[in-house]
């Protein structure tokens, strides 16, 4: 018998989100809801979520959509990451919602800087 695809999706957003350290505020503002609504999202009380909605939600989580629908599992082997990218990872897994997007978003400016990247077409 298949599991239930919304107990799926629940245990495994409140996973993910655990894991992560990332609170359901956190959540509700990167996805521009309200905090009930980031909440009955994980309780499984609301099952047709937007996909763009969705599509956000595995970003913030690190995962995808068909993983968080149960669809796919999540890859048992991390993969070869070299030091340096691996330390900016963590630091990124640090951050908040929005500390991560405003990384993101210094780093793009980064790379429009031609002594900073290795693009020769800035």
């Known amino acids: 018998m298949n599991p239930n695809p ?30 009930p609504t980031a909440q009955r999202y994980e309780s499984g009380e609301i099952k047709n979520i937007p996909y763009d909605k969705l599509a956000l939600l595995a970003e913030i989580l690190q995962c995808s959509p068909p993983y968080l629908l149960g669809w796919e599992s999540m ?3 991390p993969p070869d990451i070299p030091g340096d990218e691996e330390r900016l990872l963590r630091y990124f897994r640090k951050l908040n919602v929005k500390g991560k997007k405003e990384a993101v978003r210094q780093m793009e400016n980064l790379t429009l800087i031609p ?8």
């Open 6 to 35: 919304y107990e799926t999706f629940r245990t495994r957003m409140k996973e993910r989100r655990t894991l992560l350290n990332i609170t359901l505020t956190e959540v509700a503002e990167a996805l521009d809801i309200t905090q």
């Open 75 to 77: 890859t048992d082997s």
């Open 115 to 122: 002594k900073y990247s290795n693009s020769p077409d800035n």
